[in-house]
């Protein structure tokens, strides 16, 4: 089991950028492929991006690709998420999840792959 704990949150302006971060500890890091997710009050857990145990590949919910970025650091056993232009529709909890795997190329979409989690982090964006 890993330990996830999410930061970087907070109130932002349309327009304005944020940059999350997951720091994991308990098991090897890089033995995880990991996610970011969020959700809203009365909403579903939805998938935001998706990075391989490799780091080498990724995937972005379709309303976000090319505004945020996924990554990680091994070394310092942190997950990060970089949010630019952001939207009043990015308002959310933010959550990191992950995945232990064997294959270093694959990315987990679904929210049912995911094991372990933080407990988040509040992004609002205003208007």
């Known amino acids: 089991q890993v330990q996830l704990v999410e930061s970087g949150g907070g109130l932002v302006q349309a327009g304005g950028s944020l940059r999350l971060s997951c720091a994991a500890s308990?098991?090897?890091?890089?033995?995880?492929?990991m996610g970011w997710f969020r959700q809203t009050p009365g909403n579903k857990r939805e998938i935001v991006a998706a990075?391989?145990?490799?780091?080498?590949?990724?995937n972005y919910k379709d309303s976000v690709k090319g505004r945020f970025t996924i990554s990680r650091d091994d070394a310092k056993n942190t997950l990060y998420l970089q949010m630019n232009s952001l939207k009043p529709e990015d308002t959310a909890v933010y959550y990191c999840?992950?995945?232990?795997?064997?294959?270093?190329?694959?990315?987990?979409?679904?929210?049912?792959?995911?094991?372990?989690w933080g407990r988040g982090t509040q992004v609002t964006v205003s208007s």
């Open positions: 308990g098991r090897t890091f890089s033995s995880y492929a």
């Open positions: 999840a992950a995945t232990l795997t064997l294959i270093g190329a694959r990315i987990y979409n679904d929210i049912e792959n995911y094991n372990d």
């Open positions: 990075i391989s145990r490799s780091g080498g590949t990724s």
